[in-house]
């Protein structure tokens, strides 16, 4: 019996092709008999192999071998559920890994057999990027839809084309000629008052507008915020530390599903077209992974393992960023960085071939007619001077604060939220905050228009088209290609300045009471726009110093030639990155969505000082950025491993059952079906260890409460003669007597290989094995007898008492 | 609901009307100051711009080609000092496929809608009436083990007690999804 598991636990993650090997040479060998010397094993022996007739039929031997040992495709089928999951349960990335392999041994050893066999080991090894590639597909097209819906009901607050309703007020006005430009109108674009049969002048028309907006806003919002509750409760929010928490090994089901993902694609688009405070780009993460868990179903090597299957969501989670600002790279840097928890350099090639194949879907789509997949990309090619790296840094450090601020006003605001009576009221909630919204942001030219043309207003240049207030300085263009002069503000700079503050107060108030309400909703778009508000008003005051003082000591002398030589846009794009680093604590992800969003790699230098800025200060202000406060607000188990534990406490200290409890285990060969399920009945455990004796408690192996519910009920319903009297053996062997009801083998569902360590195992080493081999569990002994169990639950409670956080918070089962 | 009979109208109407115009998938659109920047010297540049749209080639993106065979007989062979404030940019779309994606996704919002009206009014009374069989059926559902008891019922029911039966799944699920955000504020907060 021991000898498996002594020839497994070897190498629980090494190549074990050689143990197994070695495993069935004992059946054809039979001197290898005289190694073992436990008399089990004799038995086991004698009866399973049976020398002749295991040299015979070797590969059926062998296939049966995994197939009952290791749960592999067959096994699975036999008992239905065996090898899965319950909600909010832990996944043991181990055990799935290991069938995995198992199953992948299988298939090549078939491989040779016949021309079937060889084409599923084919498709076996390709389904892996077969996935990724239907996931690519599938993430641009939605992001399409998604794109082009949301800026065609964007516009719908407006008014309508009635000529071609399906376009919006750019496209609407894509071919008329010679219209006066700062409007933006045209005689096919009918503003509602002209609906109503109004001209489009005067304080009637006015409020017609404002109050078709508002309605507009209110309906927008209610229609994403009942859907929600409505179908898929699960939509709401940005999903990233769901996200975060799930690849991480958690399980909440539905969560991934076919109706969140409708859901959340359409209450997406609703809720960008209410004029909200919110963004699309962290939901697409969301929707992306939704498409990678649905697609993975196909390919049952993912669809049914856990752990292989958080490989896809990784690169599915990189395809929604990259489709989301169009940076591929900065989409794997971000699954790499952010979200992801095992990321082998498997994964980083395949989410590279996602988030490329998603990135080339959707440019071709071309939802907003620019060539590129996000509204707000401009191209820069201006130098930028030395010097100016001091405003950069100082730009980081307002960004950090401005971040951590918004974090911790966030939370608090989620936490009220959560505990009061405010969170009975979800639907009442959106429509208030939507109407506040709408009232206060219509006034305001800046907050009226969607953010992504926010954002692209204050990321461009004051070329000769743009006529913004932003752009009204007291110049003359004489040629769009020479450079352009430095220049004196106008009064319509100095407005705008003026106008930008104020949409940066509402801007910051709203998000802060915008994001964790029960729509879908992100957080870079807003953030972004923060921090691009700063920016812009900072590079303007810095444009009109070196215009009035260009020979100072900040220039450098490269003022003085009268050329622009400071350009305000580019502040916007640091600002917009150093506040985007405070509130998520990226860092190298951050500089390269920025530098993919500007096609300039000039300005990685100014970028990364200002992310690298804006974490120290945030990191200094407020430990988390704004994803792990908030998984720590609701208590998912995620073990950071971005943290270090720092304590001295011992194994011991922290294992189950404390001192004079009674530790729950299951005997290999006594104990009969009422006894365990009495256990089971008394007990809570999600798993129980298998010794050979009560009073020995030498370990043999770990069994699932899962797997033992489903096996106990289905051997009851097809197994004849199973009664509660029969007993359960998790040995090969028959027992000793053979009167009474057949006995339940249930060899097949022991793990024979749980990791165990001894009593006085320092916790930063328990923790260290948690983090980096995804236990769900582990084992404790002492002097090689079993003493108790340490779980990820027993972990993450240990974690927040040293930490003295409550340490009852945290959700699981 | 108002939108959609307003949307409904418009696209009927736009069936019969459509411009030729509208549907150009190309352009090359040129912004420039107003014209009397050139010839009326005693004036600045006021913000206003006013910008041409034709159909040409990408190679053809202009002023010359585009601006200048617009306005020529107002500029008093002033072409070499007005050109060089112009800003010309080619541009495409795809307008079917636009097309296709606004009314697929108004197709959805419309289905869920209906469907949500259908579930919040006729759900409830249809339930009251069937109360006692549905009872029995969910019970027998709640025992989780998809043995051969579902397996049975998959096979004698037909497809619209199939049908019925994943619907009353997905509602519990959906329950319970609710139970953990609003009620119990497990999750998403």
């Known amino acids: ?80 559920g065996i090898g899965q999951y319950d909600d909010f349960h832990t996944i043991d990335w181990q055990r799935d890994i290991a069938h995995d392999r198992m199953r992948h041994r299988y298939l090549v050893k078939k491989k040779q057999d016949s021309i079937w066999n060889l084409i599923q080991g084919v498709h076996d090894a390709c389904s892996g990027w077969l996935c990724v590639l239907l996931v690519g597909l599938c993430t641009g097209v939605v992001a399409g839809l998604i794109d082009i819906g949301a800026s065609w009901m964007t516009d719908l607050k407006f008014g309508i084309c009635l000529q071609a309703f399906w376009l919006n007020q750019e496209q609407c006005c894509w071919s008329s000629d010679e219209t006066a430009f700062d409007s933006g109108n045209c005689s096919h674009w009918y503003t509602w008052p002209e609906v109503l049969g109004s001209t489009n002048k005067g304080a009637g028309s ?30 709401c929010g940005s999903g990233i530390p769901e996200i975060k928490t799930i690849l991480s090994g958690f399980i909440i089901r539905g969560y991934l599903g076919k109706w969140t993902l409708i859901i959340k694609s359409v209450g997406l688009i609703l809720s960008v077209s209410s004029g909200l405070s919110l963004g699309k780009e962290g939901p697409m993460v969301h ?5 990678g868990n649905i697609l993975s179903y196909l390919f049952p090597k993912y669809g049914r393992n856990e752990a292989k299957k958080r490989e896809i969501l990784s690169a599915s989670a990189a395809a929604g960023v990259s489709v989301a600002f169009g940076a591929p790279i900065g989409g794997v840097l971000f699954s790499l960085e952010e979200v992801s928890y095992y990321f082998p350099l498997k994964t980083l090639w395949r989410s590279f071939f996602c988030a490329l194949i998603a990135a080339f879907i959707l440019r071709s789509i071309n939802p907003f007619g620019n060539e590129h997949s996000v509204l707000f990309y401009v191209e820069y090619n201006k130098p930028w001077i030395f010097s100016e790296l001091i405003s950069f840094i100082g730009l980081g450090i307002v960004g950090g604060i401005i971040g951590t601020l918004f974090i911790k006003a966030n939370i608090y605001w989620c936490r009220y939220r959560k505990l009061s009576k405010l969170g009975q009221y979800p639907v009442t909630e959106v429509l208030v905050v939507t109407v506040i919204t709408a009232i206060i942001s219509y006034p305001n030219k800046y907050t009226r228009m969607s953010t992504s043309q926010l954002i692209y207003l204050l990321f461009s240049q004051c070329g000769i088209s743009n006529t913004d207030g932003l752009c009204d300085y ?67 005051a810095i444009e009109q110093m070196a215009f009035y003082y260009p020979k100072s000591w900040m220039f450098t002398g490269e003022c003085s030639t009268g050329d622009d030589c400071i350009t305000p846009g580019l502040y916007a794009m640091v600002g917009a990155a150093a506040v985007l680093g405070g509130v998520t604590r990226m860092t190298v992800s951050l500089v390269v969505i920025m530098f993919e969003l500007t ?90 260890p298998v010794v050979v004796s009560r009073e020995s408690q030498y370990l043999v192996g770990f069994v699932l409460r899962r797997d033992l519910n489903l096996s106990i009920s289905n051997a009851k319903r097809m197994v004849e003669g199973i009664c509660g009297q029969s007993l359960i053996l998790f040995t090969n062997g028959n027992p000793p007597q053979t009167l009474g009801p057949p006995p339940l083998k249930l060899k097949k569902i022991l793990d024979m290989a749980p990791i165990t360590i001894t009593d006085q195992t320092p916790m930063e080493t328990v923790v260290d094995m948690f983090r980096k081999l995804g236990l769900r569990q582990t084992l404790v002994t002492h002097n090689g007898r079993l003493l108790g169990v340490i779980t990820k639950k027993d972990v993450l409670r240990h974690i927040k008492q040293m930490d003295n956080e409550d340490p009852s918070s945290i959700l699981f089962n | 609901m108002r939108t959609y009979a307003l949307i409904i109208l418009v696209t009927w109407m736009s069936t019969t009307v459509l411009c030729q115009s509208l549907s150009d998938d190309k352009r090359c659109k040129c912004i420039c100051p107003k014209v009397s920047i050139v010839t009326n010297n005693t004036e600045i540049v006021d913000g206003e711009r006013i910008r041409y749209v034709a159909n040409v080639p990408p190679n053809k993106c202009n002023c010359m080609d585009v601006v200048i065979t617009k306005i020529a007989n107002q500029l008093n062979g002033k072409e070499g000092e007005f050109c060089p404030r112009c800003q010309c940019k080619y541009e495409n779309r795809n307008t079917t496929i636009i097309k296709v994606v606004v009314i697929i996704v108004i197709w959805i ?18 339930n009251k009436r069937m109360k ?56 998403l907060n």
Not at chain 1, 32 to 48: E, F, P, Q, R
Not at chain 1, 287 to 291: E, N
Not at chain 2, 109 to 126: G, Q
């Open chain 1, 1 to 80: 019996m021991e000898k498996y598991p002594l020839k497994r636990t070897g190498s629980p993650l090494g190549n074990t092709s050689p143990t197994y090997q070695s495993v069935n040479k004992k059946y054809t060998n039979e001197n290898n008999k005289a190694l073992y010397t436990a008399y089990d094993d004799m038995i086991d022996i004698t009866t399973s192999g049976g020398g002749e007739a295991a040299a015979r039929s070797l590969d059926d031997d062998e296939a049966m071998q995994y197939s009952i040992s290791y749960g592999g495709m067959q096994d699975s089928a036999e008992i239905p």
């Open chain 1, 206 to 235: 006015y409020l017609v507008s404002y109050l078709f907006y508002i309605i507009f806003a209110l309906l927008f919002a209610a229609l994403s915020a009942s859907l929600v509750r409505m179908f898929a409760p699960y939509a």
């Open chain 1, 287 to 291: 929707i992306a992974c939704c498409i």
């Open chain 1, 474 to 540: 007291n110049r003359n263009f004489t040629d769009v290609n020479s450079a352009i002069e430095i220049a004196e503000a106008g009064d319509g700079v100095h407005k705008a300045i003026f106008l930008l503050i104020m949409a940066l107060l509402l801007k910051l108030g709203m998000t802060i009471f915008t994001f964790g309400i029960k729509v879908p909703c992100g957080l870079f778009i807003p953030s972004l726009c923060l921090g691009a508000i700063v920016g812009r008003i900072w590079g303007i």
């Open chain 1, 599 to 688: 096609g300039g790699v000039r300005y990685i230098v100014p970028l990364m000082a200002a992310a690298m800025a804006s974490k120290w200060v945030g990191d200094a202000l407020g430990k988390q950025g704004i994803y792990d406060a908030h998984i720590a607000l609701n208590g998912y188990p995620f073990l950071d491993s971005k943290d270090e534990f720092q304590h001295t406490s011992l194994a011991a200290d922290v294992m189950q059952p404390k001192r004079n409890d009674m530790l729950s285990v299951i005997t290999q060969d006594s104990m009969t079906v009422d006894d365990v399920e009495i256990l089971l009945k008394e007990t809570e455990h999600n798993g129980y």
């Open chain 2, 109 to 126: 919002i419309s289905v869920l809608v209906i469907y949500m009206a259908f579930l919040i009014i006729l759900d409830p009374l249809l």
């Open chain 2, 132 to 187: 006692g069989s549905y009872q029995e059926h969910t019970n027998e559902d709640e025992d989780s083990s998809p043995g051969p008891m579902s397996h049975d019922m998959t096979v004698r029911g037909n497809v619209l007690n199939r049908v019925g039966h994943q619907q009353d799944k997905w509602k519990r699920q959906v329950r319970e999804q609710r139970r953990n955000i609003y009620d119990r504020h497990a999750m």
